[in-house]
Protein backbone atom coordinates (compact mmCIF):
# COMPACT_ATOMS: atom_id res chain seq x y z
CA UNK A 1 0.00 0.00 0.00
CA UNK A 2 2.86 2.76 1.04
CA UNK A 3 5.23 1.55 -1.44
CA UNK A 4 2.55 2.14 -4.27
CA UNK A 5 1.02 5.26 -3.02
CA UNK A 6 4.91 6.43 -3.04
CA UNK A 7 5.49 5.25 -6.51
CA UNK A 8 2.52 7.54 -7.86
CA UNK A 9 4.04 10.62 -5.57
CA UNK A 10 7.50 10.33 -7.41
CA UNK A 11 6.27 9.66 -10.83
CA UNK A 12 3.75 12.98 -10.97
CA UNK A 13 6.59 14.73 -9.29
CA UNK A 14 9.09 13.45 -12.13
CA UNK A 15 6.62 14.55 -14.90
CA UNK A 16 6.43 17.84 -12.86
CA UNK A 17 10.37 18.43 -12.80
CA UNK A 18 10.29 17.16 -16.52
CA UNK A 19 7.82 19.44 -17.22
CA UNK A 20 9.81 22.41 -15.64
CA UNK A 21 13.16 21.17 -16.77
CA UNK A 22 11.32 21.54 -20.56
CA UNK A 23 9.46 25.21 -20.06
CA UNK A 24 12.80 26.29 -18.45
CA UNK A 25 14.83 25.05 -21.29
CA UNK A 26 12.25 27.12 -24.02
CA UNK A 27 12.31 30.38 -21.48
CA UNK A 28 15.57 31.97 -23.43
CA UNK A 29 14.01 31.42 -26.61
CA UNK A 30 10.56 32.52 -26.04
CA UNK A 31 12.85 35.75 -24.23
CA UNK A 32 14.38 36.47 -27.79
CA UNK A 33 11.72 35.43 -30.47
CA UNK A 34 10.04 38.67 -30.81
CA UNK A 35 13.57 40.34 -31.44
CA UNK A 36 14.68 37.99 -33.62
CA UNK A 37 11.46 38.00 -35.55
CA UNK A 38 10.84 41.65 -35.95
CA UNK A 39 15.00 41.97 -37.20
CA UNK A 40 13.86 39.04 -39.02
CA UNK A 41 11.23 40.71 -40.97
CA UNK A 42 12.46 43.97 -41.12
CA UNK A 43 15.98 43.88 -41.88
CA UNK A 44 15.75 39.99 -43.13
CA UNK A 45 14.02 40.81 -46.14
CA UNK A 46 15.56 43.53 -47.10
CA UNK A 47 18.73 42.30 -47.00
CA UNK A 48 17.25 39.43 -49.57
CA UNK A 49 15.92 41.96 -51.72
CA UNK A 50 19.53 43.87 -51.85
CA UNK A 51 20.84 40.36 -53.41
CA UNK A 52 17.76 40.64 -55.56
CA UNK A 53 17.86 43.94 -56.48
CA UNK A 54 21.76 43.56 -57.20
CA UNK A 55 21.32 41.41 -60.32
CA UNK A 56 18.26 43.56 -61.78
CA UNK A 57 17.97 46.37 -63.61
CA UNK A 58 15.47 48.47 -61.21
CA UNK A 59 14.89 51.91 -61.72
CA UNK A 60 11.49 54.44 -60.75
CA UNK A 61 9.81 52.47 -63.91
CA UNK A 62 10.53 49.10 -62.09
CA UNK A 63 9.87 50.35 -58.60
CA UNK A 64 6.37 51.67 -60.14
CA UNK A 65 5.79 48.57 -61.67
CA UNK A 66 7.01 46.35 -58.31
CA UNK A 67 9.28 44.09 -60.26
CA UNK A 68 12.63 44.26 -62.29
CA UNK A 69 14.44 42.66 -65.23
CA UNK A 70 16.66 40.31 -64.38
CA UNK A 71 20.30 41.21 -65.95
CA UNK A 72 22.66 38.78 -64.42
CA UNK A 73 26.04 40.44 -63.11
CA UNK A 74 25.80 43.49 -65.20
CA UNK A 75 25.08 45.45 -62.47
CA UNK A 76 28.44 44.54 -60.48
CA UNK A 77 30.90 44.76 -63.87
CA UNK A 78 29.58 48.19 -64.51
CA UNK A 79 30.47 49.09 -60.90
CA UNK A 80 33.69 46.66 -61.14
CA UNK A 81 34.67 48.60 -63.99
CA UNK A 82 33.90 52.36 -62.98
CA UNK A 83 37.10 54.42 -62.42
CA UNK A 84 34.73 56.04 -60.35
CA UNK A 85 34.21 53.17 -58.01
CA UNK A 86 38.51 52.35 -57.50
CA UNK A 87 39.02 55.97 -57.34
CA UNK A 88 35.83 56.83 -54.51
CA UNK A 89 37.01 53.41 -52.62
CA UNK A 90 41.04 54.84 -52.93
CA UNK A 91 39.83 58.00 -51.14
CA UNK A 92 37.36 56.72 -48.25
CA UNK A 93 40.38 54.48 -47.18
CA UNK A 94 42.88 57.14 -46.91
CA UNK A 95 40.03 59.61 -45.33
CA UNK A 96 39.35 56.64 -43.26
CA UNK A 97 43.35 56.23 -42.33
CA UNK A 98 43.17 60.19 -41.53
CA UNK A 99 40.32 60.18 -39.56
CA UNK A 100 41.11 57.17 -36.82
CA UNK A 101 45.00 57.95 -37.33
CA UNK A 102 44.48 61.67 -35.80
CA UNK A 103 41.28 60.72 -33.80
CA UNK A 104 43.74 57.69 -31.81
CA UNK A 105 46.96 59.72 -31.14
CA UNK A 106 45.08 63.10 -30.42
CA UNK A 107 42.52 61.13 -28.16
CA UNK A 108 45.61 59.11 -26.50
CA UNK A 109 47.23 62.25 -25.79
CA UNK A 110 44.14 63.85 -24.29
CA UNK A 111 43.35 60.84 -21.87
CA UNK A 112 47.30 61.05 -20.66
CA UNK A 113 47.06 65.11 -20.43
CA UNK A 114 43.97 64.40 -18.10
CA UNK A 115 45.85 62.46 -15.86
CA UNK A 116 48.37 64.94 -15.56
CA UNK A 117 46.37 68.36 -14.76
CA UNK A 118 44.64 69.45 -11.58
CA UNK A 119 41.64 68.56 -10.50
CA UNK A 120 39.68 71.65 -11.00
CA UNK A 121 41.35 71.52 -14.86
CA UNK A 122 40.01 68.00 -15.49
CA UNK A 123 36.58 68.48 -14.34
CA UNK A 124 36.25 71.64 -16.32
CA UNK A 125 38.06 69.24 -19.81
CA UNK A 126 36.14 66.92 -19.30
CA UNK A 127 32.82 68.78 -18.50
CA UNK A 128 33.68 70.12 -21.69
CA UNK A 129 34.07 67.38 -23.71
CA UNK A 130 30.39 65.72 -22.30
CA UNK A 131 29.27 68.72 -24.72
CA UNK A 132 30.90 68.19 -27.41
CA UNK A 133 30.02 64.68 -27.37
CA UNK A 134 25.94 65.43 -26.70
CA UNK A 135 25.93 67.67 -29.43
CA UNK A 136 23.71 66.03 -32.57
CA UNK A 137 26.04 65.27 -35.79
CA UNK A 138 23.53 67.70 -38.36
CA UNK A 139 23.92 70.71 -35.52
CA UNK A 140 27.79 70.54 -35.50
CA UNK A 141 27.34 70.40 -39.27
CA UNK A 142 25.95 73.75 -39.16
CA UNK A 143 28.11 75.35 -36.99
CA UNK A 144 30.76 74.28 -38.78
CA UNK A 145 29.70 75.72 -41.89
CA UNK A 146 29.08 78.87 -40.22
CA UNK A 147 32.18 79.31 -38.78
CA UNK A 148 33.87 78.39 -42.08
CA UNK A 149 32.17 80.58 -44.66
CA UNK A 150 33.73 82.71 -46.17
CA UNK A 151 32.63 85.77 -46.34
CA UNK A 152 32.23 86.61 -42.21
CA UNK A 153 33.62 82.81 -40.71
CA UNK A 154 35.21 83.05 -37.96
CA UNK A 155 37.74 80.80 -38.45
CA UNK A 156 39.43 83.29 -41.65
CA UNK A 157 39.29 85.96 -38.91
CA UNK A 158 40.86 84.01 -36.10
CA UNK A 159 43.27 82.95 -38.60
CA UNK A 160 44.33 85.75 -40.03
CA UNK A 161 44.84 87.69 -36.61
CA UNK A 162 46.76 84.94 -35.25
CA UNK A 163 49.31 86.15 -37.78
CA UNK A 164 49.23 82.00 -39.97
CA UNK A 165 48.19 84.00 -43.07
CA UNK A 166 45.86 86.10 -45.15
CA UNK A 167 42.47 84.50 -44.78
CA UNK A 168 40.28 87.31 -45.61
CA UNK A 169 37.30 85.79 -47.43
CA UNK A 170 39.29 82.15 -48.22
CA UNK A 171 36.91 79.77 -49.69
CA UNK A 172 37.24 76.31 -47.79
CA UNK A 173 34.94 74.77 -49.85
CA UNK A 174 37.22 75.55 -53.42
CA UNK A 175 38.92 72.49 -53.37
CA UNK A 176 38.37 68.42 -52.51
CA UNK A 177 41.44 68.02 -50.52
CA UNK A 178 39.87 71.10 -48.30
CA UNK A 179 36.35 70.38 -48.25
CA UNK A 180 37.81 66.53 -46.92
CA UNK A 181 39.90 68.08 -44.33
CA UNK A 182 37.15 69.88 -43.08
CA UNK A 183 34.93 67.51 -42.79
CA UNK A 184 37.83 65.46 -41.06
CA UNK A 185 38.13 68.06 -38.06
CA UNK A 186 34.47 68.03 -37.60
CA UNK A 187 34.39 64.21 -37.25
CA UNK A 188 37.76 64.21 -35.14
CA UNK A 189 36.37 66.87 -33.21
CA UNK A 190 32.98 65.02 -32.64
CA UNK A 191 34.96 61.73 -31.81
CA UNK A 192 37.33 62.46 -29.28
CA UNK A 193 35.39 63.27 -26.47
CA UNK A 194 34.09 59.42 -26.50
CA UNK A 195 37.41 58.40 -26.91
CA UNK A 196 39.38 60.35 -24.67
CA UNK A 197 37.19 59.34 -21.78
CA UNK A 198 37.12 55.41 -22.76
CA UNK A 199 40.53 55.75 -22.40
CA UNK A 200 40.48 57.94 -19.64
CA UNK A 201 39.06 55.13 -17.55
CA UNK A 202 41.28 52.64 -18.76
CA UNK A 203 44.28 54.63 -17.05
CA UNK A 204 42.81 54.52 -13.90
CA UNK A 205 43.71 50.83 -14.36
CA UNK A 206 47.43 51.74 -14.72
CA UNK A 207 49.06 51.17 -11.38
CA UNK A 208 50.52 53.93 -9.58
CA UNK A 209 53.30 52.41 -7.68
CA UNK A 210 54.36 50.75 -10.71
CA UNK A 211 54.55 53.97 -12.53
CA UNK A 212 56.55 55.65 -9.73
CA UNK A 213 58.98 53.16 -8.41
CA UNK A 214 60.00 53.29 -12.83
CA UNK A 215 60.11 57.31 -12.76
CA UNK A 216 62.33 56.64 -9.17
CA UNK A 217 64.68 54.26 -11.48
CA UNK A 218 64.72 57.27 -14.05
CA UNK A 219 62.33 55.95 -16.55
CA UNK A 220 61.48 58.51 -19.36
CA UNK A 221 57.95 59.36 -19.46
CA UNK A 222 58.41 57.22 -22.64
CA UNK A 223 59.20 54.22 -21.68
CA UNK A 224 56.69 54.45 -18.76
CA UNK A 225 54.52 54.70 -21.70
CA UNK A 226 55.61 51.73 -23.83
CA UNK A 227 56.15 49.34 -20.94
CA UNK A 228 53.44 50.44 -18.32
CA UNK A 229 50.38 52.14 -19.34
CA UNK A 230 50.47 50.86 -23.16
CA UNK A 231 50.02 47.26 -22.60
CA UNK A 232 46.86 48.30 -20.42
CA UNK A 233 44.87 50.21 -22.62
CA UNK A 234 46.01 48.23 -25.60
CA UNK A 235 42.29 46.05 -25.06
CA UNK A 236 40.59 49.13 -25.15
CA UNK A 237 42.66 51.19 -27.83
CA UNK A 238 42.04 47.69 -30.33
CA UNK A 239 38.23 48.52 -29.33
CA UNK A 240 38.02 52.00 -30.64
CA UNK A 241 40.03 52.24 -33.67
CA UNK A 242 38.24 49.30 -35.22
CA UNK A 243 35.12 50.99 -33.85
CA UNK A 244 36.29 54.48 -35.90
CA UNK A 245 37.57 52.53 -39.08
CA UNK A 246 33.73 51.26 -39.13
CA UNK A 247 32.64 54.39 -38.46
CA UNK A 248 34.57 56.76 -40.51
CA UNK A 249 34.88 54.07 -43.14
CA UNK A 250 30.49 54.60 -43.72
CA UNK A 251 30.07 57.98 -42.50
CA UNK A 252 27.45 59.94 -44.26
CA UNK A 253 26.18 63.01 -42.63
CA UNK A 254 29.14 64.87 -42.15
CA UNK A 255 30.48 64.84 -45.47
CA UNK A 256 26.86 65.29 -47.36
CA UNK A 257 25.64 67.91 -45.48
CA UNK A 258 29.27 70.07 -44.80
CA UNK A 259 30.40 69.87 -48.32
CA UNK A 260 26.26 70.52 -49.34
CA UNK A 261 24.41 68.32 -52.11
CA UNK A 262 25.50 71.43 -55.06
CA UNK A 263 29.02 71.06 -54.60
CA UNK A 264 29.40 67.21 -54.48
CA UNK A 265 30.97 65.87 -57.87
CA UNK A 266 32.24 62.30 -58.71
CA UNK A 267 35.47 64.31 -57.56
CA UNK A 268 34.82 64.07 -53.74
CA UNK A 269 32.44 61.25 -53.08
CA UNK A 270 33.19 59.06 -50.23
CA UNK A 271 31.45 55.49 -50.49
CA UNK A 272 28.61 56.02 -48.81
CA UNK A 273 27.87 59.39 -50.89
CA UNK A 274 28.74 57.31 -54.07
CA UNK A 275 26.02 54.58 -53.06
CA UNK A 276 23.47 57.43 -52.25
CA UNK A 277 24.11 59.47 -55.29
CA UNK A 278 24.18 56.82 -58.02
CA UNK A 279 21.87 54.51 -56.31
CA UNK A 280 18.99 57.01 -54.89
CA UNK A 281 19.39 59.64 -56.29
CA UNK A 282 19.99 58.62 -59.75
CA UNK A 283 17.02 55.80 -58.99
CA UNK A 284 19.13 53.04 -59.79
CA UNK A 285 18.12 50.77 -57.57
CA UNK A 286 19.80 47.98 -59.54
CA UNK A 287 22.99 49.40 -59.69
CA UNK A 288 23.44 50.72 -56.04
CA UNK A 289 21.80 47.73 -54.34
CA UNK A 290 25.31 46.29 -55.79
CA UNK A 291 27.59 49.34 -54.39
CA UNK A 292 25.78 48.73 -51.12
CA UNK A 293 26.45 45.36 -51.30
CA UNK A 294 30.17 45.38 -52.27
CA UNK A 295 30.45 48.09 -49.13
CA UNK A 296 28.64 45.77 -46.85
CA UNK A 297 31.27 42.83 -47.47
CA UNK A 298 33.73 45.40 -46.98
CA UNK A 299 32.83 47.09 -43.66
CA UNK A 300 32.16 43.39 -42.31
CA UNK A 301 35.70 42.64 -43.25
CA UNK A 302 36.91 45.03 -41.24
CA UNK A 303 34.52 44.08 -38.55
CA UNK A 304 35.68 40.74 -37.69
CA UNK A 305 38.09 41.97 -34.79
CA UNK A 306 35.66 43.93 -33.51
CA UNK A 307 32.52 41.38 -33.76
CA UNK A 308 35.06 38.48 -32.23
CA UNK A 309 36.43 40.64 -29.34
CA UNK A 310 32.70 41.52 -28.26
CA UNK A 311 31.31 37.98 -29.16
CA UNK A 312 34.09 36.73 -26.27
CA UNK A 313 32.98 39.44 -23.91
CA UNK A 314 29.05 38.29 -23.87
CA UNK A 315 30.04 34.68 -23.86
CA UNK A 316 32.17 34.95 -20.76
CA UNK A 317 29.22 37.02 -18.89
CA UNK B 1 63.05 67.40 -2.33
CA UNK B 2 61.46 70.70 -2.24
CA UNK B 3 62.93 71.68 -5.15
CA UNK B 4 61.52 68.44 -6.89
CA UNK B 5 58.08 69.39 -5.63
CA UNK B 6 58.13 72.84 -6.97
CA UNK B 7 59.42 71.12 -10.48
CA UNK B 8 56.61 68.98 -10.44
CA UNK B 9 54.17 71.79 -9.03
CA UNK B 10 55.44 73.66 -12.19
CA UNK B 11 55.07 70.97 -14.24
CA UNK B 12 51.19 70.80 -13.60
CA UNK B 13 50.83 74.40 -14.15
CA UNK B 14 52.31 74.09 -17.99
CA UNK B 15 49.57 70.79 -18.38
CA UNK B 16 47.43 73.06 -16.85
CA UNK B 17 47.63 75.88 -19.09
CA UNK B 18 47.34 73.26 -22.32
CA UNK B 19 44.29 71.59 -20.82
CA UNK B 20 42.59 74.91 -20.67
CA UNK B 21 43.56 75.55 -24.17
CA UNK B 22 42.39 72.49 -25.14
CA UNK B 23 38.68 73.17 -23.89
CA UNK B 24 38.40 76.36 -25.45
CA UNK B 25 39.41 75.01 -28.68
CA UNK B 26 37.08 72.13 -28.17
CA UNK B 27 33.84 73.91 -26.86
CA UNK B 28 34.29 77.13 -29.02
CA UNK B 29 32.08 75.78 -31.74
CA UNK B 30 29.25 75.37 -29.53
CA UNK B 31 29.53 78.78 -27.73
CA UNK B 32 29.69 80.13 -30.94
CA UNK B 33 25.92 78.86 -31.81
CA UNK B 34 24.98 79.87 -29.29
CA UNK B 35 26.13 83.19 -28.93
CA UNK B 36 25.94 83.82 -32.69
CA UNK B 37 22.00 82.59 -32.02
CA UNK B 38 21.50 86.11 -29.12
CA UNK B 39 23.44 88.10 -31.30
CA UNK B 40 21.65 91.12 -33.28
CA UNK B 41 22.43 90.97 -37.04
CA UNK B 42 24.24 93.87 -37.30
CA UNK B 43 27.03 91.98 -35.05
CA UNK B 44 26.45 88.74 -37.45
CA UNK B 45 27.42 89.68 -40.58
CA UNK B 46 30.62 91.94 -39.54
CA UNK B 47 33.66 90.62 -40.73
CA UNK B 48 35.08 91.53 -37.35
CA UNK B 49 33.29 88.99 -34.94
CA UNK B 50 31.50 90.32 -31.52
CA UNK B 51 32.27 87.47 -29.17
CA UNK B 52 29.62 88.66 -26.25
CA UNK B 53 26.81 90.25 -27.18
CA UNK B 54 25.66 92.92 -24.96
CA UNK B 55 22.44 93.58 -27.02
CA UNK B 56 21.22 89.84 -27.05
CA UNK B 57 17.70 89.55 -28.89
CA UNK B 58 15.47 86.81 -28.98
CA UNK B 59 14.32 87.35 -32.60
CA UNK B 60 16.63 84.85 -34.23
CA UNK B 61 14.03 82.30 -31.95
CA UNK B 62 11.07 83.86 -33.10
CA UNK B 63 12.39 83.34 -36.42
CA UNK B 64 12.96 79.93 -36.22
CA UNK B 65 10.31 78.79 -35.21
CA UNK B 66 7.88 80.97 -37.25
CA UNK B 67 10.23 78.92 -40.31
CA UNK B 68 7.47 76.39 -42.23
CA UNK B 69 7.10 72.94 -40.47
CA UNK B 70 8.97 73.47 -37.47
CA UNK B 71 6.13 72.34 -35.33
CA UNK B 72 5.23 69.87 -36.91
CA UNK B 73 8.41 68.41 -37.35
CA UNK B 74 9.09 68.30 -34.20
CA UNK B 75 5.95 66.53 -33.68
CA UNK B 76 6.82 64.14 -35.87
CA UNK B 77 9.96 63.29 -34.31
CA UNK B 78 8.76 63.14 -30.77
CA UNK B 79 6.49 60.38 -31.84
CA UNK B 80 8.82 58.43 -34.07
CA UNK B 81 11.21 58.47 -31.16
CA UNK B 82 8.89 57.84 -28.14
CA UNK B 83 7.03 55.18 -30.09
CA UNK B 84 10.45 53.13 -31.36
CA UNK B 85 12.01 53.37 -27.90
CA UNK B 86 9.16 52.36 -25.93
CA UNK B 87 8.52 49.08 -28.27
CA UNK B 88 12.30 48.60 -28.72
CA UNK B 89 12.95 48.86 -24.44
CA UNK B 90 10.05 46.19 -23.74
CA UNK B 91 11.32 44.05 -26.02
CA UNK B 92 14.79 44.12 -25.68
CA UNK B 93 14.76 43.40 -21.96
CA UNK B 94 12.92 40.13 -22.45
CA UNK B 95 16.00 39.07 -25.15
CA UNK B 96 18.66 40.99 -22.47
CA UNK B 97 17.51 38.59 -19.89
CA UNK B 98 17.75 35.97 -21.54
CA UNK B 99 21.61 36.37 -22.94
CA UNK B 100 22.35 37.07 -19.09
CA UNK B 101 20.48 34.75 -17.14
CA UNK B 102 20.50 31.97 -19.09
CA UNK B 103 22.46 29.40 -21.71
CA UNK B 104 21.33 28.54 -24.58
CA UNK B 105 21.89 26.92 -28.06
CA UNK B 106 22.03 29.66 -30.17
CA UNK B 107 23.68 31.92 -27.76
CA UNK B 108 26.71 32.75 -30.07
CA UNK B 109 24.61 33.69 -32.78
CA UNK B 110 22.70 35.35 -31.33
CA UNK B 111 24.91 37.73 -29.88
CA UNK B 112 26.73 38.01 -32.86
CA UNK B 113 23.45 38.92 -34.54
CA UNK B 114 23.77 41.65 -31.94
CA UNK B 115 26.62 42.99 -32.37
CA UNK B 116 26.91 42.67 -36.01
CA UNK B 117 23.70 44.79 -37.01
CA UNK B 118 25.40 47.44 -34.93
CA UNK B 119 27.76 47.98 -37.47
CA UNK B 120 26.30 47.84 -40.43
CA UNK B 121 26.88 51.49 -42.51
CA UNK B 122 22.93 52.72 -42.55
CA UNK B 123 24.25 54.22 -45.90
CA UNK B 124 24.24 50.92 -46.88
CA UNK B 125 20.98 49.62 -46.60
CA UNK B 126 18.75 53.02 -47.75
CA UNK B 127 18.71 51.37 -51.48
CA UNK B 128 16.09 47.74 -50.41
CA UNK B 129 15.52 49.53 -47.54
CA UNK B 130 13.41 52.53 -49.53
CA UNK B 131 12.50 49.61 -52.29
CA UNK B 132 10.38 47.37 -49.92
CA UNK B 133 8.94 50.06 -47.99
CA UNK B 134 7.59 52.08 -51.36
CA UNK B 135 6.53 48.37 -52.41
CA UNK B 136 4.22 47.93 -48.97
CA UNK B 137 3.75 51.82 -49.28
CA UNK B 138 5.46 52.94 -46.17
CA UNK B 139 7.73 55.33 -48.01
CA UNK B 140 6.47 59.08 -46.70
CA UNK B 141 5.15 57.86 -43.69
CA UNK B 142 6.18 57.41 -39.78
CA UNK B 143 5.45 54.11 -39.46
CA UNK B 144 8.04 52.88 -42.00
CA UNK B 145 10.60 54.78 -40.12
CA UNK B 146 10.01 53.36 -36.78
CA UNK B 147 9.96 50.36 -37.75
CA UNK B 148 13.25 51.15 -39.73
CA UNK B 149 14.19 52.87 -36.61
CA UNK B 150 13.93 49.32 -34.18
CA UNK B 151 16.05 47.24 -36.48
CA UNK B 152 19.19 49.23 -34.96
CA UNK B 153 18.09 50.71 -31.42
CA UNK B 154 17.11 46.91 -30.59
CA UNK B 155 20.70 45.54 -30.70
CA UNK B 156 21.69 48.35 -28.95
CA UNK B 157 19.08 47.93 -26.22
CA UNK B 158 19.87 44.44 -25.96
CA UNK B 159 23.74 44.63 -25.30
CA UNK B 160 23.54 47.78 -23.14
CA UNK B 161 20.36 46.62 -20.45
CA UNK B 162 22.37 43.04 -20.79
CA UNK B 163 25.41 44.93 -19.27
CA UNK B 164 23.40 46.22 -16.23
CA UNK B 165 21.82 43.07 -15.98
CA UNK B 166 25.08 41.57 -15.25
CA UNK B 167 25.70 44.15 -12.42
CA UNK B 168 22.82 42.57 -10.12
CA UNK B 169 23.57 39.41 -8.49
CA UNK B 170 21.84 36.45 -9.49
CA UNK B 171 21.80 35.62 -5.96
CA UNK B 172 19.42 37.95 -5.38
CA UNK B 173 16.62 35.97 -7.40
CA UNK B 174 18.15 32.85 -6.64
CA UNK B 175 17.25 33.57 -2.99
CA UNK B 176 13.91 34.67 -4.12
CA UNK B 177 12.91 31.99 -5.74
CA UNK B 178 13.76 29.58 -2.98
CA UNK B 179 11.61 31.59 -0.70
CA UNK B 180 8.71 30.67 -3.05
CA UNK B 181 8.38 33.11 -5.27
CA UNK B 182 7.58 32.13 -8.88
CA UNK B 183 9.83 33.89 -12.41
CA UNK B 184 7.36 36.23 -13.02
CA UNK B 185 7.35 37.48 -9.06
CA UNK B 186 10.91 37.70 -8.93
CA UNK B 187 10.98 39.65 -12.11
CA UNK B 188 7.78 42.24 -10.82
CA UNK B 189 9.62 42.51 -7.29
CA UNK B 190 13.57 42.22 -8.03
CA UNK B 191 14.84 42.58 -11.36
CA UNK B 192 12.36 45.29 -12.48
CA UNK B 193 13.05 48.11 -9.53
CA UNK B 194 16.89 47.58 -9.70
CA UNK B 195 16.69 47.60 -13.60
CA UNK B 196 15.07 50.61 -13.32
CA UNK B 197 18.02 53.06 -13.75
CA UNK B 198 19.42 50.88 -16.27
CA UNK B 199 16.30 51.07 -18.28
CA UNK B 200 16.04 54.85 -17.69
CA UNK B 201 19.57 55.76 -19.11
CA UNK B 202 18.87 53.29 -22.20
CA UNK B 203 15.59 54.26 -23.11
CA UNK B 204 17.39 57.78 -22.77
CA UNK B 205 20.14 56.62 -25.16
CA UNK B 206 18.01 54.80 -27.45
CA UNK B 207 15.92 58.04 -27.46
CA UNK B 208 18.97 60.72 -28.37
CA UNK B 209 20.58 58.24 -31.30
CA UNK B 210 17.10 58.10 -33.13
CA UNK B 211 16.30 61.89 -32.01
CA UNK B 212 20.08 62.50 -34.10
CA UNK B 213 19.11 60.18 -36.84
CA UNK B 214 19.44 62.03 -40.18
CA UNK B 215 20.13 59.50 -43.17
CA UNK B 216 17.28 57.15 -43.13
CA UNK B 217 14.82 59.98 -42.38
CA UNK B 218 16.44 61.90 -45.32
CA UNK B 219 15.70 58.90 -47.38
CA UNK B 220 12.55 57.86 -46.29
CA UNK B 221 10.56 60.80 -45.62
CA UNK B 222 10.05 63.20 -48.97
CA UNK B 223 7.35 65.06 -47.76
CA UNK B 224 8.40 68.54 -45.85
CA UNK B 225 5.55 67.68 -43.34
CA UNK B 226 6.61 64.40 -42.61
CA UNK B 227 10.25 64.86 -42.05
CA UNK B 228 11.93 64.74 -38.64
CA UNK B 229 13.71 68.00 -36.77
CA UNK B 230 17.13 66.64 -38.04
CA UNK B 231 16.00 66.95 -42.07
CA UNK B 232 14.34 70.22 -40.92
CA UNK B 233 17.17 71.54 -40.16
CA UNK B 234 19.51 70.15 -42.53
CA UNK B 235 16.98 71.59 -45.27
CA UNK B 236 17.08 75.36 -43.14
CA UNK B 237 20.26 76.78 -45.19
CA UNK B 238 18.52 76.20 -48.82
CA UNK B 239 20.63 77.77 -51.79
CA UNK B 240 20.18 80.90 -51.02
CA UNK B 241 23.53 82.79 -50.61
CA UNK B 242 22.23 85.27 -47.96
CA UNK B 243 21.89 82.78 -45.11
CA UNK B 244 20.29 83.52 -42.12
CA UNK B 245 23.01 82.63 -39.46
CA UNK B 246 21.16 83.31 -36.74
CA UNK B 247 17.92 81.99 -37.28
CA UNK B 248 20.41 78.55 -38.50
CA UNK B 249 22.22 78.80 -34.83
CA UNK B 250 18.87 79.64 -32.91
CA UNK B 251 17.59 76.57 -34.87
CA UNK B 252 20.32 74.14 -34.10
CA UNK B 253 20.65 75.58 -30.22
CA UNK B 254 16.48 74.49 -30.11
CA UNK B 255 17.37 70.75 -32.14
CA UNK B 256 20.10 70.71 -29.24
CA UNK B 257 18.62 71.39 -26.28
CA UNK B 258 16.51 68.68 -25.28
CA UNK B 259 19.56 65.91 -26.37
CA UNK B 260 21.98 67.67 -24.30
CA UNK B 261 19.90 67.89 -21.56
CA UNK B 262 19.30 64.35 -21.60
CA UNK B 263 22.47 63.37 -22.72
CA UNK B 264 24.05 65.22 -19.57
CA UNK B 265 22.10 63.07 -17.42
CA UNK B 266 22.91 59.69 -18.44
CA UNK B 267 26.23 59.94 -19.98
CA UNK B 268 27.97 58.46 -16.96
CA UNK B 269 25.73 55.11 -17.09
CA UNK B 270 25.99 54.47 -20.36
CA UNK B 271 29.56 54.66 -20.99
CA UNK B 272 30.04 52.82 -17.99
CA UNK B 273 27.93 50.62 -19.62
CA UNK B 274 29.53 51.07 -22.89
CA UNK B 275 33.18 50.50 -22.23
CA UNK B 276 32.50 48.05 -18.75
CA UNK B 277 33.15 45.05 -21.03
CA UNK B 278 36.02 46.37 -22.66
CA UNK B 279 37.77 47.46 -19.44
CA UNK B 280 36.86 43.90 -17.97
CA UNK B 281 37.94 41.64 -20.91
Known amino acids: MAPAAETTFDRSRRRRRFWTRTVQRTVPYGLILPIVVVIGVILGYPLYWLVKLSTERYGLFELIRHAGVSVGLANYRSVLHDTVFWHTLLRTVVFTTANVVLTMVIGTLLALLLVRVSTVVRILLSSGLVLVWSMPVVVAVQIWYWMTNYQNGVVNYVLTK ?156 | MSARRRGRRARQAGWNVVGIAIFVVMVFPVFWMISTAFKPNEQIISVAPTWFSLHPTLQHFRDAIDKPYFWVDVKNSLIVVSVTVAISIVLAFLAAIALARYGFGGRKLFIVLVIGIQMLPQAGLI ?33 TLRGFLLGIPKELEEAAMVDGSTRVGVFMKILLPLMGPGLVATSVFAFITTWNEYIFARVLLNDQSKQTVTVWLSYFLGSSRHTDWGALMAASTLTAIPVVVFFLLVQRRIAFGLTAGAVRG
Open chain 1, 162 to 317: LGIGDFFQHDWYATTFSQLSLVTLLIVWGALPFVVITLYAGLAQVPHDLVEAAEVDGARPWRVFRDITLPILKPILLILTSLSIIWDFGVFTQPYLLIGQSKITTGNYLMSIYLFEEGYFKSDYGRGAAISLLMLLMVAVLSVVYVRKMVRIGEAQ
Open chain 2, 127 to 159: IPLYVVLADYHQVNTLTGLIVTYMTFVLPFCVW
